[in-house]
């Protein structure tokens, strides 16, 4: 790595840095004034808003803000050098336009791997203690308020429960049938089924079982009580508030393998979830290109204009992020396609105008 490398990802990296702080300062602050009265009227104590909430919410914003941070600090840092005629002489003496990206794409390369292993794992761990957090003191007490309940629970097991009470943990007329090769081979129906959190293990105080052996039906009334396992719990009727956002990668997928198997109907937040965590690294290379090449001329007006254009198409990248989210989960855009929309609209923005570029 020559000195001009190491003079180019040196400011590169600190400027980035310095953008990240500074931002996530100012929405904290923010966050702290609407939250303030949620504080107060629920007694939390001020070590757990510290350490439980705003330490796990300062990665989560500065990896949400990290295409705008990566951006503005690519455009402060060359228009910077474009100010200073830097770029001239570096131009001038021989390097291509090409090679002075060097830096700036080994910069974004190392925000970008460092941006995977955040989101990857290290993030949805701080995540599980932040919504935590927001679900006991800030959001409303949640309740479960779902009718007629369909689970799949292995290839040939089906429950279904008209209602749950996630405070007590009850569940109200309960079915469990089991189908093999599209017949019904066992229906068993109980009035309730309740969770024995001291076992780990479901309770049926009576139920009624039909088992099907072609045309012959058999009924069996079990009066007694009887405790039983289902590849069911009582974190499947919970609050799904920012649920995808506490899953590690790993998680993740084992989550979506699961709800597919279900049948559930939300597969796709999960999904785009997923596939923003790859994209993302991706996008942030793909704005420092983008950075360099609107912020490589010297202009006129100082680096003011360029800055704010920054910002511009900065924000423009997250609304093109929220618009794709918002189609893969109403179902018009597959989740895979809308994760990487942004990142292909904005490497075509790149292409061409890398094209206008004066060698």
Same mark, same amino acid.
């Given at each position: 790595m020559k000195l001009l490398d190491k003079y180019i990802l040196k400011k590169f990296l600190s400027t980035f840095v310095f953008v990240v702080l500074i931002l996530v300062v100012i929405i904290c602050v923010i966050d %702290?004034?609407? =939250?303030?009265?949620?504080?107060?009227? /629920?007694?939390?104590?001020?070590?757990?808003?510290?350490?439980?909430?705003?330490?796990?919410l300062i990665p989560f914003y500065a990896n949400m803000l990290s295409p705008i941070t990566v951006f503005i600090a690519t455009?402060?840092?060359?228009?910077?050098?474009?100010?200073?005629?830097?770029?001239?002489?570096?131009?001038s003496s021989g390097v291509s336009f090409r090679r002075f990206l060097v830096p700036y794409l080994m910069g974004s390369a190392i925000i970008a791997a460092f941006t995977f292993l955040m989101i990857g794992w290290v993030i949805p761990n701080a995540n599980k203690t932040r919504v935590a %957090?927001?679900? =006991?003191?800030?959001?409303?007490?949640? /309740?479960f308020d779902k009718r007629n309940i369909h689970f799949k629970l292995s290839p040939s097991q089906y429950a279904y429960l008209e209602s749950y009470n996630n405070n007590a943990n009850v569940g109200y007329h309960f079915t469990l049938e089991t189908i093999e090769s599209n017949n019904m081979k066992r229906k068993l129906v109980a009035d309730a089924i309740t969770w024995d959190s001291t076992q780990n293990k479901w309770h049926l105080d009576r139920y009624m079982l039909r088992t099907f052996d072609g045309e012959k039906e058999k009924l069996t009334v079990h009066p007694t009580p009887v405790d039983t396992t289902l590849n069911l719990l009582p974190k499947d009727f919970g609050s799904t508030y920012r649920l995808a956002e506490t899953f590690t990668l790993t998680e993740l997928n084992r989550f979506i393998q699961e709800r597919i198997m279900r049948g559930s109907d939300d597969i796709e937040t999960y999904l785009i979830e997923k596939y923003e965590r790859f994209s993302y690294p991706f996008a942030i290379i793909i704005l420092t290109i983008i950075g360099v090449i609107l912020s490589s001329r010297k202009a006129r007006g100082g680096v003011g204009f360029q800055i704010a254009l920054g910002f511009i198409l900065a924000f423009i990248f997250i609304i093109f992020v929220i618009m794709s989210r918002s189609l893969a989960q109403v179902g018009d855009v597959h989740p895979m396609i809308a994760a990487w929309i942004p990142s292909m609209v904005f490497s075509v923005i790149g292409v061409v105008l890398y094209k206008t570029v004066p060698r």
């Amino acid at each position: 790595m020559k000195l001009l490398d190491k003079y180019i990802l040196k400011k590169f990296l600190s400027t980035f840095v310095f953008v990240v702080l500074i931002l996530v300062v100012i929405i904290c602050v923010i966050d %702290f004034t609407e =939250k303030n009265d949620d504080f107060i009227q /629920t007694g939390v104590g001020f070590k757990s808003i510290v350490f439980d909430y705003y330490l796990n919410l300062i990665p989560f914003y500065a990896n949400m803000l990290s295409p705008i941070t990566v951006f503005i600090a690519t455009v402060f840092v060359t228009a910077k050098l474009a100010s200073h005629t830097e770029i001239i002489a570096i131009l001038s003496s021989g390097v291509s336009f090409r090679r002075f990206l060097v830096p700036y794409l080994m910069g974004s390369a190392i925000i970008a791997a460092f941006t995977f292993l955040m989101i990857g794992w290290v993030i949805p761990n701080a995540n599980k203690t932040r919504v935590a %957090f927001e679900i =006991k003191y800030i959001k409303s007490p949640f /309740t479960f308020d779902k009718r007629n309940i369909h689970f799949k629970l292995s290839p040939s097991q089906y429950a279904y429960l008209e209602s749950y009470n996630n405070n007590a943990n009850v569940g109200y007329h309960f079915t469990l049938e089991t189908i093999e090769s599209n017949n019904m081979k066992r229906k068993l129906v109980a009035d309730a089924i309740t969770w024995d959190s001291t076992q780990n293990k479901w309770h049926l105080d009576r139920y009624m079982l039909r088992t099907f052996d072609g045309e012959k039906e058999k009924l069996t009334v079990h009066p007694t009580p009887v405790d039983t396992t289902l590849n069911l719990l009582p974190k499947d009727f919970g609050s799904t508030y920012r649920l995808a956002e506490t899953f590690t990668l790993t998680e993740l997928n084992r989550f979506i393998q699961e709800r597919i198997m279900r049948g559930s109907d939300d597969i796709e937040t999960y999904l785009i979830e997923k596939y923003e965590r790859f994209s993302y690294p991706f996008a942030i290379i793909i704005l420092t290109i983008i950075g360099v090449i609107l912020s490589s001329r010297k202009a006129r007006g100082g680096v003011g204009f360029q800055i704010a254009l920054g910002f511009i198409l900065a924000f423009i990248f997250i609304i093109f992020v929220i618009m794709s989210r918002s189609l893969a989960q109403v179902g018009d855009v597959h989740p895979m396609i809308a994760a990487w929309i942004p990142s292909m609209v904005f490497s075509v923005i790149g292409v061409v105008l890398y094209k206008t570029v004066p060698r």
